[in-house]
T-cell receptor, first 113, second 112 residues
Framework: KAGVTQTPRYLIKTRGQQVTLSCSPI?????VSWYQQTPGQGLQFLFE???????NKGNFPGRFSGRQFSNSRSEMNVSTLELGDSALYLC????????????FGPGTRLTVL | QQQVKQSPQSLIVQKGGISIINCAYE??????FPWYQQFPGKGPALLIA?????SEKKEGRFTISFNKSAKQFSLHIMDSQPGDSATYFC???????????FGTGTSLTVIP
């Protein structure tokens, strides 16, 4: 089976712009979670989607949003980018939405200038 | 606040030695405890995971020890190899979804 894929792998944006990141989960997986990884804060949970519904949400401002499509693919959007949004954004997929093994993609490296 | 505390921050071990990384948690609602390995430029990869109904789980050279009363769990890497050099993260989650709380990571270096 193919693993979790994320596109694009690298992005450079300027402050104030918005960005959309994409994640395709492992075939058959219906849960997609997003994490932000930075050297200072480590891995922090953004949100989880299951069957097109947001199941859980971390402690991030409303500028961070996401959605999931009927084929389980997910997108994450960040509006009005700030310098502090520079990070590796990781997507993880899981078979179901209850304490299951999560498999991570390679991440999207976002740099905000 | 940090829901899962991990130590040490960095670890240097000789080839063939045992690497031990420790994690502690406070929330007794956590009931799934995975360990992830991450190489530079890659996403974290699931190594091994445990649920609180067992005190130990072993997969190859990797063992998780779990102490429910102390709210601690640890990863032991036996016969450590240079290829094990990576950053290791412990994590915990509740039975209400897939929201994982991660430790701050341990950078392991195995010296040949």
């Amino acid at each position: 089976k193919a693993g979790v894929t994320q596109t694009p792998r690298y992005l450079i944006k300027t402050r104030g712009q918005q960005v959309t990141l994409s994640c395709s989960p492992i075939s058959g997986h219906r849960s997609v979670s997003w994490y932000q990884q930075t050297p200072g804060q480590g891995l922090q949970f953004l949100f989880e989607y299951f069957s097109e519904t947001q199941r859980n949400k971390g402690n991030f401002p409303g500028r961070f949003s996401g959605r999931q499509f009927s084929n389980s693919r997910s997108e994450m959007n960040v509006s009005t980018l700030e310098l502090g949004d520079s990070a590796l954004y990781l997507c993880a997929s899981s078979l179901a939405s209850q304490n299951n093994e999560q498999f991570f993609g390679p991440g999207t490296r976002l740099t905000v200038l | 606040q940090q829901q899962v505390k991990q130590s040490p921050q960095s670890l240097i071990v000789q080839k063939g030695g045992i690497s031990i990384i420790n994690c502690a948690y406070e929330n007794t609602a956590f009931d799934y405890f995975p360990w992830y390995q991450q190489f530079p430029g890659k996403g974290p990869a699931l190594l091994i995971a445990i649920r609180p109904d067992v005190s130990e789980k072993k997969e190859g050279r990797f063992t998780i020890s779990f102490n429910k009363s102390a709210k601690q769990f640890s990863l032991h890497i036996m016969d450590s190899q240079p290829g094990d050099s990576a950053t290791y993260f412990c994590a915990a989650s509740k039975n209400t979804g897939n929201q994982f709380y991660f430790g701050t990571g341990t950078s392991l270096t195995v010296i040949p």
